[in-house]
């Protein structure tokens, strides 16, 4: 956008190619200025090609300069002329251009075309087609850079590109410009090709790791009328040439591998790829190693995967990937899953806990060729990214260069800070070499965090007790996926087409519900593989009125002033976007629609259907606006944007091309830089907008001059200063700041286009300090605005429940999430039958109150006045239709929150019935009586109910009394149900 340049051109410092002695002016000038040799084009006189010494640049004559990319050149000596493609990065992405120079023979130096970068980028209007110069952010904000600083290298540039733009493509007379024979910008079209290219027009640019054609016309010239079409992706050619039998052949320095590419008469029969020599004949048995995906989930329901809590109270699950079949609108394809499902399970997780993941890798039996490290290789391979968390990054835990071989399982070890923020993250492969194939192959699920207590008491009841439904977007490109196929020789992954087919929770056309008039929080990923998007929700019928939407988090992190109204309920994502948003649907019986489109995406042209929300009836008044609310901040996420350059470490700049900084990733342990714990850095970050930046352990803030600069059109005002954020994808130069806050060891940051982080966009900082690994849950001694006590819960409406009696279930405490009551909030399309202000699922049936949809681990918390010492005997009143397999309920005295299956201190009763029977029906209640007695001694106590497993059941009461001043005295009344 010009601005790099008053950064490039300030000193040494920041530039290592700047030349004190030749002043300022230098960056991408140095291509415009005739005492540098980058960007010309010279001639070696015939005379010196025998040359025995070295040729000195002096010897050489010129004949060009001001060349931006010179990618491919050929000299026609029929004609005595050189054809030069210029390819690039222009304002609307995509730049190629192709120059012509004549009489190359007689060049004798005095007369150096001027070809005019980085002056101008062409005279070919970016929008209209037209013939006009200065038309875009880098040509205006270049000529202000050089008029400000008076310079004159571009002036001759200017006057001799305004003659042609006079003239309508004129040529420049007495002036060496010369502008160039074609120009093609993303989404605008020169229709003028050269008549000296005729036949098929093939373009590839390696920054952009593509290669496109054009369709041609009846006389064998390209039809340029049209958008070109994409050849190749992933696929970075440094030259092509045409070999004796005629085909086309392609040198790919990102696969390391030669192309061929061969016309075929559209009237033959199509014959299936020949196995590339270099794999081995392989006999996979598919239908033994292939299995049927579950897929399409209910947003409201979607599964979870199941954690055990083990004796010390840390938790373990296991995670399997394998080869799936799922439909698609297309057809089958076949792709990779974990546990057998499309998206994977819901992982939840709090803070203040360790998480012991085995991940399986059920992909023995498939070919799995190796290949070189920054190459698409080894499809089999896999590994596991927390996306999101701030957790270490070395192993046993967030290790992204662990290395599980198909065949093997991994134990991760996830020690989760107790200051850890809620929000909503998610999970997917990160092996380097087979990432985008299988995270792009739709390996991936939610990872959500709840929120801590301390956080929790700092949130209105009107966020907290919002039902939640959830979006995971999986934005599927079959053409891409085959592509990484063939580069890495893979069998798995299989689709006999290449329509894009994004589609939300696995289901080919989602249809959702909501409460009519109430608020519901949505929360979204969306898992793209090259073009950001956006999403709207909109009426189907234009007469409707729009649903309300405020915008509540980012990227796993609650806004600074939350909620955020949003413009045209349009929500930007990126690659690796999480957007948590409220929504309020006002008319019972309206359809609103899921709109998807990619963003500067040539080949996207309408909005894509993913879904439907239906408005479902509500017999509950509309709720209230939400209230504007200002969320606590952990330590690690303290403002910075009010930070001194004084109070920071560096300015670190940071350019996210087809490299980092100019460097590949070579090492996991090749570090780009090194960071200080507790000291943050601002970087000024480019690049992004179409290299998305994915920082992992520490989030990204959006410093306070983040502006108009930085937004894109279709989502004007999306990135504001002090949007926290762990991907990042704005226009232009971007200033963020960072925090390494708790964590030493590797940070690891990558472009999240994932095909080019698998071949080598990647690198790794070293957070060097006073900090700890992987192996322990951090000591906080830091809350940041959150209270460092947490507050305790309170008894429902102020009054304890007396003790012998009857505690009716839906009179737990006050106090809010991980306080008084541990609940997944459920959206049941009704809302709570009683106690407006809480998420738990309290149901009226047969004119009273029940605690319903009860989920593992989830909890209630009840205040007791105990008034007679002594043993006591516990009744619950409760229903199931059905049987429960593994009921498991325990009761403990005076606990915070459920408390490790080996703690014995505290623990009144614990009942685990395997095959409870049930009473029959959700309108059946029946006293079930527990075994044995437990004692309580007089005066104030809570009382904490842990479910231990599913239950489809109501609970309607716990009846509490007194049978002696001993167990002895208590008889043993346990009710046949439970059919211990």
Not at 266 to 288: F, S, W
Not at 617 to 628: D, G, H, I
Not at 735 to 757: A, D, K, Q, T, Y
Request: glycine share 8%.
């Amino acid at each position: 956008d010009g601005s790099q340049y008053t950064v490039i051109d300030t000193g040494f410092q920041n530039d290592g190619c700047y030349e004190p002695q030749k002043g300022p002016g230098q960056g991408s000038l140095r291509s415009i200025r005739d005492d540098f040799e980058l960007g010309k084009l010279r001639k070696i006189p015939y005379a010196l090609l025998d040359s025995e010494v070295e040729i000195t640049s002096e010897q050489l004559i010129p004949v060009g300069k001001g060349l931006r990319h010179p990618w491919r050149m050929h000299y026609k000596p029929e004609l005595d002329s050189i054809f030069i493609v210029d390819v690039g990065f222009g304002d609307a992405g995509t730049s190629e251009r192709i120059f012509h120079i004549e009489n190359v023979s007689t060049q004798d130096g005095t007369a150096v075309k001027d070809m005019g970068w980085p002056c101008i980028e062409g005279v070919r209007n970016i929008v209209l087609g037209d013939y006009v110069i200065n038309d875009g952010p880098f040509e205006d904000g270049f000529k202000e850079f050089v008029t400000n600083n008076n310079l004159d290298y571009c002036q001759a540039t200017y006057d001799g590109a305004q003659q042609v733009v006079d003239t309508m493509g004129g040529p420049a007379v007495d002036s060496n410009f010369i502008a160039p024979i074609f120009e093609y910008r993303v989404g605008v079209l020169d229709e003028e090709y050269p008549d000296e290219c005729t036949y098929k027009l093939i373009f590839s640019d390696y920054s952009k790791q593509c290669v496109w054609y054009f369709e041609n016309l009846a006389n064998g010239q390209p039809d340029t009328s049209v958008l070109p079409k994409t050849l190749l992706s992933n696929t970075g050619f440094v030259d092509m040439t045409t070999g004796p039998d005629g085909s086309l052949y392609g040198m790919d320095f990102i696969n390391g591998r030669v192309v061929r590419m061969s016309m075929r008469d559209p009237d033959m029969p199509t014959e299936p790829p020949t196995i590339a020599p270099t794999m081995a004949p392989t006999n996979v048995d598919v239908a033994a190693l292939t299995t049927d995906a579950e897929q399409c989930f209910d947003p409201k329901d979607m599964p979870i995967l199941p954690w055990t809590v083990n004796e010390d109270g840390e938790y373990e699950s296991t995670l399997v990937v394998s080869a799936v079949n799922i439909e698609t609108e297309f057809g089958p394809m076949r792709t990779f899953a974990y546990n057998g499902m499309m998206p994977g399970p819901v992982m939840r997780m709090k803070p203040c806990a360790t998480y012991h993941l085995t991940l399986i890798n059920d992909l023995e039996g498939w070919p799995n060729p190796d290949g070189e490290f920054n190459s698409m290789h080894s499809s089999s391979n896999t590994n596991l990214h927390l996306h999101g968390l701030h957790i270490s990054g070395m192993s046993p835990g967030d290790d992204v260069f662990e290395t599980i071989l198909p065949g093997d399982e991994h134990i991760f070890t996830y020690n989760i800070p107790c200051d850890h923020g809620g929000g909503t993250n998610w999970y997917h492969p990160h092996y380097h070499g087979s990432s985008a194939l299988q995270t792009n192959g739709g390996l991936n699920a939610f990872l959500i965090i709840e929120p801590s207590p301390r956080e929790s008491s700092n949130t209105p009841a009107e966020i907290q007790k919002m039902p939640e439904q959830m979006l995971f977007i999986q934005d599927f490109a079959p053409k891409d996926l085959n592509t990484y196929k063939l580069n890495s020789k893979d069998l798995i992954f299989k689709a006999d087409f290449e329509d894009p087919i994004p589609m939300i929770n696995g289901c080919i056309e989602l249809e959702m519900t909501v409460e009519a008039g109430q608020w519901t929080r949505l929360r979204m990923i969306n898992s793209g593989i090259t073009f950001n998007s956006y999403v709207t929700i909109l009426p189907r019928d234009n007469a409707a009125f729009q649903c309300e939407i405020g915008l509540l988090a980012k990227d796993g992190v609650y806004l600074s002033e939350v909620p955020r109204a949003i413009p045209e309920n349009k929500l930007f994502f990126s690659l690796a976007s999480r957007n948590d948003i409220a929504i309020k649907c006002p008319t019972e019986g309206d359809v609103h629609q899921i709109m998807y489109s990619h963003i500067e995406d040539p080949f996207w042209t309408t909005p894509k259907l993913l879904g439907t929300i239906t408005v479902a009836p509500s017999l509950r008044p509309a709720a209230e606006a939400l209230p504007v609310w200002e969320p606590c901040r952990p330590a690690y996420l303290k403002d910075l944007t009010q930070l001194t350059a004084a109070e920071m470490d560096i300015n670190f700049p940071l350019e996210v091309r087809d490299s980092i900084n100019g460097q590949l990733l070579t090492a996991p342990d090749d570090y780009l830089s090194v960071m200080t714990l507790g000291l943050p850095q601002e970087w000024q970050v480019s690049g992004t907008n179409l290299h998305p930046l994915h920082v992992h352990v520490n989030h990204m803030q959006l410093g306070p001059n983040t502006g108009a600069a930085n937004q894109w059109p279709d989502v004007d005002g999306w990135h504001m200063p002090g949007d926290w954020v762990d991907t990042l994808s704005l226009n232009g130069i971007t200033f963020i700041r960072i925090n390494p806050e708790s964590f030493i060891g590797p940070m690891v940051l990558h472009c999240h286009v994932i095909s080019h982080s698998d071949t080598g966009v990647a690198a790794v900082i070293d957070i060097q300090g006073d900090g700890i690994d992987a192996t322990e849950i951090p000591v906080i001694t830091d809350y940041g605005t959150c209270p460092e006590v947490i507050p305790l819960s309170t008894p429902y409406l102020g009054v304890a429940a007396v003790l012998p009696g009857l505690i009716e279930a839906e009179n737990f405490d006050e106090g809010g999430e991980g306080i008084a009551y541990h609940n997944i909030n459920y959206d049941s399309l009704m809302g709570p039958a009683y106690r407006y202000d809480t998420p738990v699922e309290i149901i009226a049936i047969n004119d009273q109150y029940s605690i319903g949809l009860i989920r593992r681990y989830e909890w209630l918390k009840y205040s007791v006045d105990v008034t007679q010492a002594g043993s006591y005997s516990v009744s619950f009143n409760l229903s199931s239709e059905d049987p429960i397999e593994g009921l498991s309920i325990s009761l403990w005295l005076d606990q915070a929150e459920c408390p490790p299956l080996n703690q014995v201190e505290g623990l009144l009763m614990r009942v685990d019935a395997p095959n409870f029977t049930g009473t029959g029906s959700y309108d059946t209640f029946e006293d079930i009586m527990m075994p044995g007695s437990m004692p309580l001694t007089l005066g104030d106590h809570t009382l904490l109910l842990c479910f231990e497993v599913d239950g489809s059941m109501l609970l309607n009461s716990m009846d509490i009394q007194f049978c002696g001043l001993n167990a002895a005295r208590c008889p043993d009344l346990t009710s046949p149900l439970l059919n211990l």
